[in-house]
T-cell receptor, first 110, second 114 residues
Framework: DAKTTQPPSMDCAEGRAANLPCNHS???????VYWYRQIHSQGPQYIIHGLKNNETNEMASLIITEDRKSSTLILPHATLRDTAVYYC???????????FGKGTSLLVTP | ETGVTQSPTHLIKTRGQQVTLRCSSQ?????VSWYQQALGQGPQFIFQ???????GRGNFPPRFSGLQFPNYSSELNVNALELDDSALYLC?????????????FGPGTRLLVL
């Protein structure tokens, strides 16, 4: 599975959009981009995933560049409860393991 | 809430002992994956069980073993505990084997080895 690069930490003001970037320059055609988040000491929570097209659900939007070498997770109106570590994971359709990196620690401030 | 449950929530063991952790998968899911998360690190894949058979394994020694039962619940067993085994142990359930599917995590079991 392709490796990902994320900034170690980011801040966002409450009510603003949080845009979390992820680079995955070695991604191949059958690999999906997954996003999970982990609030302190809890199990990781699935957010969203995509292959080529942009995706949106009730939690977030996922924007994947046309060359698929990077993506951005967007939390449209961040709240204090969105403070967590966000993991970007690239996974093949035959890959059984999720390879978590260090993720991005997002702090949402009042 | 994902519907994935784990027991116990916390556990304290001493070095050399053995431990069994349990996971109940989400209704309808036939695959369970186990992960170890050391403090300050991301989760690391231990192994996956699909329809009662080990489907893949990460870089963990044989003293980490598992089982999956006909109802798709699963156990993680760790023998000869070492201090470095202290971690949050996570299980995740999903539908399918090695095809693309989403894994849903339980709350984890925190193991402390003294």
């Amino acid at each position: 599975d392709a490796k990902t690069t994320q900034p170690p930490s980011m801040d966002c003001a409450e009510g603003r959009a949080a845009n979390l970037p992820c680079n995955h320059s070695t991604i191949s055609g059958n690999e999906y981009v997954y996003w999970y988040r982990q609030i302190h000491s809890q199990g990781p929570q699935y957010i969203i995933h995509g292959l080529k097209n942009n995706e949106t659900n009730e939690m977030a939007s996922l924007i994947i560049t046309e060359d698929r070498k990077s993506s951005t997770l967007i939390l449209p109106h961040a709240t204090l409860r969105d403070t967590a570590v966000y993991y970007c994971i690239v996974r093949s359709d035959s890959g059984y393991a999720l390879n978590f990196g260090k993720g991005t620690s997002l702090l949402v401030t009042p | 809430e994902t519907g994935v449950t784990q027991s116990p929530t916390h556990l304290i063991k001493t070095r050399g002992q053995q431990v069994t952790l349990r996971c109940s998968s989400q209704s309808g899911h036939n695959t369970v994956s186990w992960y170890q998360q050391a403090l300050g690190q991301g989760p690391q894949f231990i192994f996956q069980y699909y329809r009662e058979e080990e489907n893949g394994r990460g870089n963990f020694p044989p003293r980490f073993s598992g089982l999956q039962f006909p109802n798709y619940s699963s156990e993680l067993n760790v023998n000869a505990l070492e201090l470095d085994d202290s971690a949050l142990y996570l299980c995740a359930s999903s539908l399918g084997g090695r095809t693309e599917e989403t894994q849903y995590f339980g709350p984890g079991t925190r193991l402390l080895v003294l």
